[in-house]
T-cell receptor, first 116, second 110 residues
Framework: GAVVSQHPSRVICKSGTSVKIECRSL??????MFWYRQFPKQSLMLMAT?????????EQGVEKDKFLINHASLTLSTLTVTSAHPEDSSFYIC????????????FGPGTRLLVL | QKEVEQDPGPLSVPEGAIVSLNCTYSNSAFQYFMWYRQYSRKGPELLMYTYSSGNKEDGRFTAQVDKSSKYISLFIRDSQPSDSATYLC??????????FGPGTRLSVLP
């Protein structure tokens, strides 16, 4: 089956620092990757959609200068939370959609970010 | 009205019971329907995928779509404690932009 990995799985950082989260499709090419944020006991909130080689499309209310997304290859997308603040603490999940056919999104295991 | 509605639960059932999970939606353009299972502090994993209306069965899981009523269901037969998780429905009109329900927390008691 399709496997999507995320790294790191957990990160704790100080307020004001930047954090980079990697999302990789391990056994398929991901033409589109999605970044979600999930608050406790709540559903997934789509932050942005990225297609390989082009700029990400951000959802309304998501600051593109704060959440930098790079989809440089068909197997890797990164999300950088710049100048993180405690309110950015959350569970960030990526998903990938690609050459396996169809519309299925395969999710990574998520990254828990805690900003002190 | 939210685009996708789902009872958040928690839903507790005894082991072996048949579980019925449901979502309603308002956008008649939705035609791609997914069910995901999410264990605590993990990413969602795809359980079932249905295009347009009808039923789909995979092992103990059956997904139903009733587009006329804008209602989808996931049935779990012979439920097991390992089925305890949050179940998310997701749907899309174009196959790319999915809207997720808030999820239903299911607890199967041994």
């Amino acid at each position: 089956g399709a496997v999507v990995s995320q790294h790191p799985s957990r990160v704790i950082c100080k307020s004001g620092t930047s954090v980079k989260i990697e999302c990789r499709s391990l056994d398929f090419q991901a033409t589109t990757m999605f970044w979600y944020r999930q608050f406790p006991k709540q559903s997934l909130m789509l932050m942005a959609t990225s297609n390989e080689g082009s700029k990400a499309t951000y959802e309304q209310g998501v600051e593109k200068d704060k959440f930098l997304i790079n989809h440089a290859s068909l197997t890797l997308s990164t999300l950088t939370v710049t100048s993180a603040h405690p309110e950015d603490s959350s569970f960030y999940i990526c998903s990938a959609q690609g050459d396996l056919g169809g519309e299925t999104q395969y999710f990574g295991p998520g990254t828990r970010l805690l900003v002190l | 009205q939210k685009e996708v509605e789902q009872d958040p639960g928690p839903l507790s059932v005894p082991e072996g019971a048949i579980v019925s999970l449901n979502c309603t939606y308002s956008n008649s353009a939705f035609q791609y329907f997914m069910w995901y299972r999410q264990y605590s502090r993990k990413g969602p994993e795809l359980l079932m995928y249905t295009y347009s209306s009808g039923n789909k069965e995979d092992g103990r899981f059956t997904a139903q779509v009733d587009k006329s009523s804008k209602y989808i269901s996931l049935f779990i037969r012979d439920s097991q404690p390992s089925d305890s998780a949050t179940y998310l429905c997701a749907m899309s009109a174009d196959g790319q932009n999915f809207v997720f329900g808030p999820g239903t927390r299911l607890s199967v008691l041994p």
